[in-house]
Antibody, heavy 117, light 108 residues
């Protein structure tokens, strides 16, 4: 079965760039929407971005600071969030959506990123 | 942006009882593109339902989804101890994709 694993620094300084990678195992990225979602303490889940067949879509709340990319050969996709502040502190999840379904299935286990000097 | 409002915020029930969770959208959800996810403490969410009423792979038939337009419901027919968790609805019919604030199902 397909499994996802996020990786990246757990601590990022304010104004710097947060970079995360999601590695997919047990299957191919083809045919999936590849998404990043985050969950800040005390706040609801927030979808950040997806990439699908080379097309990207971003949440307007972060659109000016975010980019998503995919490395098909490595079965990975990545997130970059620039100019971070404490408000970007969250658990970051990657998730897949099959193009004939909905929701996110599976989700990665999540990685906590703290923005602090 | 479609805002999803879930009710109640907390639902205290006993094992064996029936749970009914509500999700109301600020505007109609396109093609009933509405999903439900379950999240247990310290774990990632898990997809239960998509397309408002289609159970995801390996999800118990005790879970059922219904609704259309702006009003959706997740029903758990007979609560098991492992069902006590937080439940989120999520719409994927329009961008940005959005989530409800969650309903916490707790043991009474």
């Amino acid at each position: 079965q397909v499994q996802l694993q996020e990786s990246g620094p757990g601590l990022v300084k304010p104004s710097e760039t947060l970079s995360l990678t999601c590695t997919v195992s047990g299957g191919s990225l083809s045919g999936y929407y590849l998404s990043w979602i985050r969950q800040s303490p005390g706040k609801r889940l927030e979808w950040i971005a997806y990439i699908y067949s080379g097309t990207t879509k971003y949440n307007p709340s972060v659109e000016s600071r975010v980019s998503i990319s995919v490395d098909t050969s490595a079965n990975q996709f990545s997130l970059k969030l620039r100019s971070v502040t404490a408000a970007d502190t969250a658990v970051y999840y990657c998730g897949l959506t099959a193009d004939n379904r909905g929701g996110f299935d599976p989700w990665g286990q999540g990685t906590l990123v703290i923005v602090s000097s | 942006e479609i805002v999803l409002t879930q009710s109640p915020g907390t639902l205290p029930l006993s094992p064996g009882e029936r749970a009914t969770l509500s999700c109301r959208a600020s505007q109609s959800v396109s093609s009933n593109f509405l999903a439900w996810h379950q999240q247990k403490p310290g774990q990632a969410p898990r997809l239960l339902i998509y397309g408002a009423s289609i159970r995801a792979t390996d999800i118990s038939d005790r879970f059922s989804g219904s609704g259309s337009g702006t009003d959706f419901t997740l029903t758990i027919s007979r609560l098991e101890p492992e069902d006590f968790a937080v439940y989120y609805c999520q719409q994927y019919g329009s961008s940005p994709l959005t989530f409800g604030q969650g309903t916490r199902l707790e043991i009474k």
